[in-house]
């Protein structure tokens, strides 16, 4: 299947998901989501796949074992490349991308701080952020409320070092192009400015 464009009906499903979270709702639009979701994110994420690598499809089912909420059901349709460390939602608000690192084991977080503060590794990180500020993408993710014991308080990359986690997003909503093929270049263009962030991160935290 070619990819051609991320149909209204994907957002209308989430929205009435949203309203009716239940097996009952779920079993009756099956259909709808599989057509207008899972179809054409799959043909998507086939043709992202050459330029971002191997994508994990998320499921559409929530793990209730030990939430508060028992609803059944996610109510956004998720897609993460994790070579590129890239990241792409569908739901009710329409499209949302982003990059980088949402959780970060201890062993992570250690190299990220050390990173961060070597003279070398940290300013690299600085240049990276402020190429995300020029395209208007803000730095995200889990932070302390106070940089880290072993650190200077006033360190020059105070608050790059009150992170334990980091990533960058961009909330695109149901622009025109989002039902046309076009989608795909206009994702593309928006990763591509992401991708100083993950790169970084890839470089200089990696994987556990």
Known sequence: MTFAGIPIAALDFYEDLEVDNSKAFWTAHKAVYDES??????ALA?????????????R????????????????HQGIWFGESSVYLQVSAAGLFLAAGYW???????ARYRRSVADDVAG???????????????????EQLSRVP??????????DLLRHKTLTTS???GAPDWLTTPGAKPEIVKVWKGML????WLDAHVGRD
Not at 123 to 133: D, S, T
Not at 149 to 158: C, I, L, N, T
Not at 196 to 199: R, S
């Open 170 to 172: 961009r909330d695109l």
């Open 196 to 199: 100083p962030l993950a790169t």
């Open 60 to 75: 559409p089912y929530r793990d209730v074992r030990f939430a508060k909420d028992k609803t059944p059901y996610k109510t």
């Open 37 to 42: 979701v899972k179809a054409p994110l799959e």
């Open 103 to 109: 959780h970060m084991s201890s062993e992570q977080v």
């Open 46 to 58: 086939l043709e992202l796949e050459k330029q971002f690598g191997a994508y994990k499809f998320f």
């Open 149 to 158: 014991a072993g650190y200077e308080k006033d360190h020059p990359r105070a």
């Open 123 to 141: 300013p690299l990180l600085e240049r990276a952020v402020a190429a995300l500020a020029r395209k208007k993408l803000p730095i995200g993710g």
